[in-house]
């Protein structure tokens, strides 16, 4: 009986590295009456791939320096019949056989930077395993927020007027950017490009502000995002689910905070306590709003998902005008904090139930592109090729 390895892999080079870790951890707890057989992979801040037991409790993290001389150093390697495993590095001793785990799936877990920019995507492409949430491209489309916008308007769904720069735009051409931003009028956010989380996000309220938020930015990402505020501003979100063949939305919550614009107090280190994740935020779902208003978020939600060839489990942030109910797409969180368990649950979706049918899209997924042709039984580096390319060698033009 081949036993379901599920891999939660999460960590990670990433500002949103602890936020990680508590929703991996939620996953796994949420996880531990199902059939599958968890396994963790750990990445630590400088990029070490850890497993074991100790990589399982959440009580371990609070000193990582010690987390990361219990765990095991692991990789994903391929045994004689091209499976995919995760094995440990480690031994243990001369005599003890190293462990390794046939991977079934991988649960990504991961928030921000390379776990959730296509990165790790890749990877499990090129060893050819399901994991769950976007694919490649999906995923670098919903980490930056400046394409994403892009490729949404484009779809006819609405977003804020913005500029765009890098670092070295800023240093080159401060007058001009400065200027447009002024055009466009105070209140004005400034965001980085591929972070999450409300990490670097500031509101500012004229220019001597905007200068400071911009250089306090800097120091997390070297692409920026200044775009006008709504006011007056209300946050509506919606997750979506399954496929851009075959999608549902949830329902919609108004998340809130201390002031206007989420920050990251707000979302990770609210009343309810931090080791809750996301779910620790205030919030109203299902949002108090319109029958007409939330129809129309929903609706635009997939339409959204669908246009960034989103997968898996998202959450998708509008800004709107509470006063004319105009909305705007703001930004696709690809993998959710607290995979949005919170909105399902409200639709009737445990967390655990929310958990298997994500591993359960990525599984089809990742059988349906195993079905199609992947390459054919010619050898062009057969005897008889290899003579026909040295003669186009050796041929005159």
């Not at 001369?94 to 930077?113: M, N």
């Not at 492409?125 to 394409?147: R, W």
């Not at 484009?154 to 804020?160: C, L």
């Not at 998902?305 to 696709?332: H, P, S």
Request: glycine fraction near 8%; include cysteine; hydrophobic fraction near 40%.
């Amino acid at each position: 009986m081949n036993q379901k390895n599920l891999i939660v892999a999460f960590g990670g080079i990433s500002p949103e590295h602890e936020v990680s870790v508590l929703t991996a951890m939620q996953a796994m707890a949420a996880l531990e009456e199902s059939d599958y057989q968890l396994i963790p992979l750990y990445i630590t801040k400088s990029g070490r791939w850890l497993t074991g037991n100790a990589a399982q409790d959440l009580n371990e993290y609070q000193d990582l320096s010690s987390l990361e001389k219990k765990a095991k150093d692991c990789a994903f390697v391929k045994d004689e019949n091209g499976r995919t495993l995760l094995r440990e590095l480690d031994s243990g001793g001369l005599f003890k056989k190293t462990a390794e785990y046939p991977v079934y799936a991988v649960l990504c877990a991961f928030h921000g930077s390379e776990g959730e920019n296509g990165s790790f995507q890749g990877l499990c492409e090129s060893m050819n395993i399901p994991y769950t949430g976007s694919g490649v491209l999906g995923a670098s489309l919903g980490m930056d927020k400046v394409m994403a916008k892009k490729v949404a308007a484009s779809e006819g769904v609405k977003v804020v007027k913005g500029i765009n720069f890098y670092e070295s735009d800023w240093e080159s051409e401060q007058d001009d950017i400065i200027q447009i931003s002024e055009s466009m009028g105070f209140p004005l956010i400034i965001k980085p490009v591929t972070l999450g989380s409300s990490i670097g996000v500031f509101k500012v309220m004229d220019t001597p502000s905007l200068i400071e938020a911009v250089e306090t930015a800097f120091r997390y990402d070297a692409h920026l995002l200044i775009e006008e505020a709504i006011d007056p501003l209300m946050e509506i979100n919606c997750s979506v689910m399954g496929t851009s063949e075959n999608c549902r939305a949830s329902v919609c919550e108004r998340p809130m905070g201390k002031d206007e614009t989420l920050s990251f107090e707000d979302k990770y280190q609210g009343d309810a306590g931090s080791s809750k994740g996301m779910a620790s935020a205030d919030r109203i779902i299902p949002a108090d709003i319109s029958t007409d208003l939330n129809r129309r978020i929903r609706e635009m939600a997939v339409k959204a998902f669908k246009a960034l060839d989103a997968a898996g489990l998202v959450r998708i942030d509008f800004l709107v005008n509470a006063q004319t109910e105009e909305v705007y797409f703001n930004e696709i969180n690809t993998i959710p904090g607290s995979f949005s368990f919170y909105l399902w649950d409200h639709s009737d979706v445990s967390f655990k139930q929310l958990l298997e049918e994500l591993v359960e899209i990525g599984i089809d997924r990742h059988q349906q592109k195993n079905g199609r042709v992947r390459s054919y039984d010619t050898n062009l580096l057969s005897e008889k090729a290899v003579k026909g390319i040295k003669g186009l060698k050796g041929s005159k033009g």
